[in-house]
């Protein structure tokens, strides 16, 4: 079992930054794929940024790319999102994700394990 535990979120204005952190724990591992996935009102769950285990490979959604940087820790068990410019549309819960293969991945349905979310409100 893998525990994760969002922190990070709030209410900042738009073009600002803020950076989310992911805390894992139980059988955890370079060797799990992670992943940040949001939820906007009334919208379904969506992928922002995934990481493989040793930090090498990285895949990001389109409307985030050269805004958003996914990294993570591994002697901390920790995973990041540095997002910077924000705005209105980034509003959302933000979901930290791991799945236990090596290959990355975009689905909701990939990926086994998740936090509880932290809630990310962009003000215009």
């Known amino acids: 079992q893998v525990q994760l535990v969002e922190s990070g979120g709030g209410l900042v204005q738009a073009g600002d930054s803020l950076r989310l952190s992911c805390a894992a724990s139980?059988?955890?591992?370079?060797?799990?794929?992670m992943a940040w996935f949001r939820q906007a009102p009334g919208k379904g769950r969506e992928f922002v940024a995934a990481?493989?285990?040793?930090?090498?490979?990285?895949s990001y959604e389109d409307s985030v790319k050269g805004r958003f940087t996914i990294s993570r820790d591994n002697a901390k068990n920790t995973l990041y999102l540095q997002m910077n410019s924000l705005n209105a549309e980034d509003t959302a819960v933000y979901y930290c994700?791991?799945?236990?293969?090596?290959?990355?991945?975009w689905g909701t349905g990939e990926y086994r394990y998740w936090g509880q979310g932290t809630q990310v409100t962009i003000s215009s």
């Open positions: 139980g059988r955890t591992g370079s060797r799990y794929v």
């Open positions: 994700a791991a799945r236990t293969f090596m290959n990355l991945a």
């Open positions: 990481i493989s285990g040793n930090g090498g490979s990285t």
